[in-house]
């Protein structure tokens, strides 16, 4: 027997690569990038192993060390979180022979059948190695006769069945399967630069940011506080948030700044309709030396055009023009119900609806102005020392290490 074949006291797993697969002459580095990801995150259970062979992505793990259904879900669930795999499937291995494959799927249907009570199937099949003697259609006709014999109380139907039984014929091995999982697609993390994400405890920028490294981008966060005027409680949900994205993100490094000073300031020497907007722009420029100082090709932010009135066009241009580094939006054209169900589809929603103090809602201006003019707030920025601001606040980071949750 060899390494990698299957025995009884293991699960199979195949993971199919997305996007990775279109990528031309640098396919092996992101189909390397992507095993390594997929290694990583199986690190914590014991017996599994994953590799890559013939285009494809094996993850075989031990029943026993990972025993029942929860454990092969487990491992499906950390696998679904590699940004990068398009879709995954259960399955069975077998000897590249009609006999063995015949076996296998009788074996696989009499589960099937125990587990789900399944009364109909059908079986498709493919024929990846064309010097395999039986044609595709024939193949699913042996086999679907195999199963028939096999599991007397299965009946096909070739339109509607419970299971559809997938025969993937290879040079070396064959598979079973019946489902594909869908995963989220994106491309491998670390293929796409570095972005500093600005996270607060909403409901929008842990979306962001998940998009963000959904394109295979690294992470680094910044979150600003308005301590004693927001909690200490709050700045743990946020974290606890932060904690949420990097399960598919991994661990990030996030800067917590005190904005209290500056807000301080500008609600002394600025006209309050003015006071969010100039919040925000401090804001971005924090982020952005944060963002030079560690290596970040750009900043990333939840806003989302015209939910707010800071996120008018003419707020978001003013926003804009404090900082040179380019600013990612990527939730900017989506509507608020759109984001709230990707939360939900991600696992942030229920953290982000926790009722904690955001430091935006500390001087929050009655009338905020909804279409700012540049030329005003910089009139306005120009009473107060902004450099000398922003380099205290940097100046005074908490850094804090967000492991996966
Ligand atoms: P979110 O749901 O992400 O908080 P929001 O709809 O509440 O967004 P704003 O409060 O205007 O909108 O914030 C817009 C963006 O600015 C946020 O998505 C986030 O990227 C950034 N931001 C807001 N508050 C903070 C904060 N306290 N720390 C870091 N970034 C923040
Ligand atoms: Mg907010």
Known sequence: ????????????????????????????????????????????????????????????????????????????????????VASISPAMECESTMEDIGRKAVEYMM??????????????????????????????????????????????????????????VRHDKSYVYQDKIPGFGGLPLG??????????????????????????????????????????RAQEKVEELASLVATYCG????????????QEQIVQNCPEEETTILVRRFMMRIAEELARANDCNMLITGENLGQVASQTA????????????????????????????????IGTYEKSIEPYEDCCTVFLPKHPSTKPKLEKILQSEAKLDCEGLIKAAVESEEIIEIRPA
């Open 314 to 345: 003419e707020a978001l241009v003013v926003t804009d023009a404090s900082v040179s580094m380019p600013v990612m939006r990527p939730l900017i054209g989506m509507d608020k119900t759109d984001i709230m169900d990707l939360a939900q589809e």
């Open 1 to 84: 027997m060899t390494d990698n074949q299957q025995t009884n006291n293991e699960y199979i797993f195949i993971v199919r690569c997305g996007e990775v697969a279109l990528k031309g002459m640098n396919k092996p580095y992101f189909e390397r990038m992507l095993l390594d990801r997929i290694k990583k995150l199986l690190k914590k259970f014991d017996g599994v192993k994953a590799y890559r062979h013939e285009g494809l992505i094996y993850v075989r793990a031990d029943k026993e060390l990972n025993p029942g259904a929860e454990g092969k879900q487990a491992i499906l669930k950390e696998i679904g979180k590699v940004f990068g």
């Open 111 to 168: 589960e099937a059948i125990e587990e789900r009570g399944v009364k109909t199937f059908k079986v498709e099949a493919k024929r990846a190695d064309k010097n395999f003697p039986v044609k595709s259609p024939d193949i699913a006709r042996q086999i679907g006769a195999a199963v028939l014999k096999g599991c007397k109380v299965l009946k096909v139907d070739v339109h509607e069945p419970d299971v559809r039984l997938f025969v993937d």
């Open 251 to 262: 661990r990030f490094r996030m800067h917590v700044i005190n904005l209290l000073p500056i």
């Open 191 to 232: 293929t796409n630069g570095k972005g500093m994400s600005l996270l607060s405890g909403g409901i929008d920028s842990p979306v962001s940011t998940w998009m963000m490294a959904k394109r295979g981008m690294l992470i680094e966060a910044v979150h600003f506080h308005s301590f004693p005027y927001t909690s200490q």
